[in-house]
């Protein structure tokens, strides 16, 4: 960014600001997924260190009954844990549907062919809106029965501890607050003797999940969470490393020329490029992204004559050097506010913030 | 001087361009010779046929021995020549078997940059260059030295430490202690200017060596060069060269990662971190995306050139994790840890599991 603060800086630093935000938002969500899906193979999947072979499946990706839950952990006992990471809880005269949202889940039915299955619904927030969730709950449980939880619903606060230079984790702590539950018993395994989720969760002062190696290789194997990402991390993550998967040899050696290239695709070559074979990710988050590349980014075309293909841009020298992320976001923020400006406001004005820019966020 | 002695693993064509260039080198007519090692997938002629577009001109004749190539460059202005300058020169690329190619070149350093080097530093994927440790390359030196049965003197070591720091040590000595001068600071050997003399102390080969297997001499026989330093020591570097095909296994707890293992834990703060970042980051063709960094830094690195996608991870004071996203990773994984040798500092490098 430049030295001097120009008028419009301000507004263009508070963008990125908020496209790297939600980037970082999205990634550490990722990441706190990855990380309980090692800790749950860790304890209890096969060959893990507590009792092997509990667990059955940790689907990431789970879709029932048009709900669309962070994991469903399914145990052979069998017993599923339906969870949901929210960063924070929000009351619902704030517009926000959190407590809809959970009481959907444990109205669930999950099952395996024939029967039904016994499921909990826990839900992950951040320890500074553990309580507002509990308040919620317990409206909803006293609440008319058309609406009341079936299942327990368990509120977990967390915290992301960073001092320590060895890695980080994420503290998880219940609290007995008045809408509260606990895990049902038995919940993983029938066996008493065996540490189970209220006794790992209730029974202490805390729980540490640690991001570790084997957390953050399986954030690498699926970048993604159930909920649709920000276009600046598909981008990133995503549409652009499929795109130099995609390329041909003498597109590569025309790069490698340090000439730009212009590479055709569409979203369903995307969706099927090796990179994200394992990973799957919904059409509508590719296509997304591919619509934030044209506009506000300018650095694609859409063909004309046939919309499903784009002309992306490329070259050695603009994207080998430098951070995608901040290259990409610093571009946005600035299309976005130039945009603004050329809108025709025939006052200047003064000031520059949040107030004013609220009108035309992104999306 | 001793020719002929080694001349069996060379080929009678090569062994005859090299006589004819060591004559040259000795009656005057050219001032050093330079030869790069390169290590092609593909056959040569593809090589030089794909990379045609890195230069104005290109003539290709063939050789008993491989190609010699002609070039014609444009150069951009500088503050120097406004008018921007006209590069010309050959060189030949001499084929010793499917994979392994020599460069050599007996032009000045300015059209040697435009031509030769311009070529193996744009080889890539195609072709690529070999890096060796330090220590490695040193052992080679003294190992040259010792079949020879001559001293090795080190005239002008040159290193750099973590922070790229330059450091340039021109005192005449064994080049063992050159590199335990070094190593005391902390920084690495980088490049080397040996002077071999035998028992009567008279002078057999001048010649720099560094840790891309590039050999530039002055004084001597090039053959000498060829069979005693760059045979050996890139024999020695294919055969490792398996531990790179990292496989993406569909099962997490199967998965292996390429480990590098630093020593004197330089991972002590963020900016250290984002200084790893950078060092890949010089590497040609490799991005760097930075996903997370407080406390552990996890980054994306896309390889432009082969679309291979791996992440780094960080998580402790000395160990850098490279995991591959795509399939067939290994060539790029290699290219990224060589970079990170070079230019951020050595590391033991290893296959281990992710957990």
Redesign the interface.
Known sequence: MSKGRARGDGKVRYRIKRFLAAF?DY??AV?FISALEAWF??RWG??GEDVPGLLREFDRFPQIDGLTPDFMAYFRRPYVLVGEHMKTFRKAAQGREDVKQLVAYSRLSPGDGGGQLPHDVVVFVDIFSDDVAADQMEDAWTGPEASRPRAPIVILGYSRE???????WYKCKWRKHNGNRQFSTPNICGDPRQADLNALFVGTTHHAIR????A??????KPLINDPPPALYSL??LV??AL????D?DE??????D?PVVKVVTRDAILSS??LR?VTPRPRVVQEALDFLVSPLGLATRDSSDPAQYSVR?S?KQ???????KFLSEKAARVLVRKLKSRGRGRRRSSVGPKQLRLFEYP | MPTGQNSGTLPEATNRLLRRVSSDLRRGKVHRVRITPLLARVPTAELVQRRRRLFAELDVDQAEWGLWLSFRRRVRPTAVHPQGRLIAGDFAVVTLHDSLSLILSTLRLDAHRSGPHLLCRKAYPLAKRPFFASGVLVKAVAKMAAEKGCTATALDAMGYDRARRFRRDMREQPVDDALAEMRQQDRYVHRLEVSFTDANSSELLRASFDRYGNVSLCRGDPELAVTGFILPIVAAYTSRANMYSVEVSPKPRQQELLQLTFPNEPFGTYTDMEALCDALRRGEGLAVTILHLNPYLQAQVVDMLTGVTADMIVLDKSRVSLCPRSQRGGQSLERMTSTLLRHFGEAQVTRAPVS
């Open positions: 970082s990634e550490n990441a193979d860790h096969e060959g960073t001092d320590r230079a060895s890695g980080e991001v570790d190696r084997q953050l290789e399986l954030s690498k194997r990133v993550r652009y490393p130099f998967e995609l390329m040899d590569r050696d025309q790069l490698g020329a000439q090796d990179i394992g490329v050695l994207f080998s050097r430098q951070d995608w992320k």
